[in-house]
């Protein structure tokens, strides 16, 4: 089956840097990977996602880049935000794998003020 | 408009008793998933339900078990707790008729076996 993993299980950044967060996947039968935010104490919420066809996507202050190649997939935040501290989890989904997202471990995002 | 409501956010059960966790999904959304989050990890996903029926289902041993109902709310059922099975309990709902099976998160349940 499908897994998906992540590089660095936490993330130090200076308020207002740039961020980079970055994700693994073994199994190219996904149709979308999302990007998660999750704070504590909540539910996973929505952030960005991508379809395996593209290989840039840019929302408010996040772009998520694909790189299929080597099975790479990495979120963007530009000017981070005390906000953005959360854990952060990117996932696959798969039309033809039963439609559940299946996740990775997360990486922590601290941000210093 | 409300988002997916789990219920109850906390729990506290002793080994070997069983436990019902409900969910009730966001507005327009016919499809509710399970999925149990361990700490510290990523969450795991236990099944799916569409149509009150289950039609995917991870790698979960049958003490896991769901049911939805006509309105689309669904329980989570797990018997003979383990203390392994201490976690949290997340719910998404999504709509087959979406454009990417967009899913919401409710906050989930903690549920901590003693």
């Known amino acids: 089956g499908e897994s998906v993993g992540l590089h660095l299980p936490t993330l130090s950044v200076q308020e207002g840097d740039n961020s980079i967060i970055n994700c693994a996947y073994s199994?190219?039968?996904?149709?979308?990977f999302i990007w998660y935010k999750q704070e504590s104490g909540k539910g996973p919420q929505f952030i960005i996602d991508i379809r395996s066809n593209m290989d840039k996507r840019q929302g408010q202050r996040v772009t998520v880049l694909l790189n299929k190649t080597v099975k790479h997939l990495s979120l963007q935040i530009a000017a981070t935000q005390p906000g953005d501290s959360a854990v952060y989890f990117c996932?696959?989904?798969?039309?033809?794998?039963?439609?559940?997202?299946?996740f990775g471990g997360g990486t922590r995002l601290m941000v210093k003020p | 408009d409300a988002g997916v409501t789990q219920s109850p956010t906390h729990l506290i059960k002793t080994r070997g008793q069983q436990v019902t966790l409900r969910c009730s999904p966001k507005?327009?959304?016919?499809?509710v998933s399970w999925y149990q989050q361990a700490l510290g990890q990523g969450p795991q996903f236990i099944f799916q339900?569409?149509?009150?029926?289950?039609?995917q289902r991870g790698n979960f041993p049958d003490r896991f078990s769901g049911h939805q109902f006509p309105n689309y709310s669904s329980e989570l059922n797990v018997n003979a707790l383990l203390l392994g099975d201490s976690a949290l309990y997340l719910c998404?709902?999504?709509?087959?008729?979406?454009?990417?099976?967009?899913?919401?998160f409710g906050s989930g349940t903690r549920l901590t076996v003693v």
């Open positions: 996932a696959g989904i798969g039309y033809n794998a039963g439609n559940m997202l299946t």
């Open positions: 507005s327009g959304h016919d499809t």
């Open positions: 998404a709902s999504s709509t087959i008729r979406g454009a990417n099976y967009g899913y919401t």
């Open positions: 199994n190219s039968a996904s149709d979308y």
């Open positions: 339900y569409y149509e009150e029926e289950e039609r």
